[in-house]
């Protein structure tokens, strides 16, 4: 199973009863479901294989879900309840006291790119199905939506001085850069920029670049004692 498993009564979207057994069901329903959507995509997901694999019956999956849609809602349910509670963890303005805002802004493109890449198959299976489900569309698009809001909360909060005049707008616009290259990158099994692919290193790197140089964040101490260098330089050159 990846990450802690919320409970049944957390995902709104499965029916059924709420016993810890039949939680364990459930549970082991999605395991299979994603398992499957891992190995042979969306086309190999039939629900005779999630219930052979889950070692559940049809009865107990109908008991569930109304059909194969219902299953995948639940699964992105699942997996943006996962995610948030990483991004809780991130965002913990505790954890970055005295920390620059690139430190932030790098290690938030670390857990976007990792996550992303990990559950690779399972984001390829949703974004198909946003095309023609309104509710799965509607949910990834909030879940962006509060993952640039608590960003943005914690950046503004560590007060740098940005360069972009709408600082918000900003963030929330770098976000959506960020989530639409990594979106790219499940559709094209990966990223090729300048003639080549680019490693996972390399696009995380290239990404905080991007998010850093758009909203104009200037806390680099490197650059910051760079330039203290040069100016000094220069004065001493400049010196009779």
Do not use: C
Not at 45 to 65: D, K, M, Q, T
Not at 83 to 100: I, K, M, T
Not at 114 to 141: C, G, P, S, W, Y
């Amino acid at each position: 199973m990846h990450g802690a498993a919320p409970t049944t009564a957390t995902l709104v979207t499965v029916a059924g009863p709420k016993q810890a057994r039949s939680e364990r069901t459930l549970f082991r329903l999605l395991d299979a479901a994603e398992a499957l959507l891992e190995e042979q995509g969306l086309a190999g997901l039939s629900i005779p294989e999630v219930v052979r694999r889950a070692g559940s019956s049809v009865g107990g999956f109908y008991a569930r879900f109304r059909d194969k849609n219902e299953l995948l809602r639940a699964l992105e349910e699942r997996f943006f309840l996962e995610v948030q509670s990483r991004l809780d963890a991130l965002a913990d303005e505790r954890r970055w006291a005295g920390a620059p805002v690139r430190d932030i802004v790098t290690a938030a493109v670390d857990e976007l790119v990792t996550v992303t890449e990990a559950r690779r198959a399972l984001i390829k299976a949703f974004m198909f199905r946003a095309t023609q489900d309104v509710q799965i569309r509607d949910e990834a698009v909030g879940f962006r939506n509060r993952a640039a809001q608590r960003i943005a909360a914690l950046l503004v909060g560590k007060s740098p001085a940005f360069r972009h005049p709408e600082p918000v707008l900003a963030i929330d616009l770098g976000v959506q850069a960020a989530f639409s290259l990594m979106n790219q990158h499940v559709l094209l099994d990966g990223t090729e920029a300048a003639g080549r692919m680019l490693s996972l290193d390399d696009l995380k790197r290239e990404i905080a670049r991007l998010f850093v140089a758009y909203v104009g964040i200037d806390d680099d101490p490197s650059a910051a004692a760079s330039a203290s260098g040069t100016t000094k330089k220069t004065r001493t050159l400049s010196r009779p």
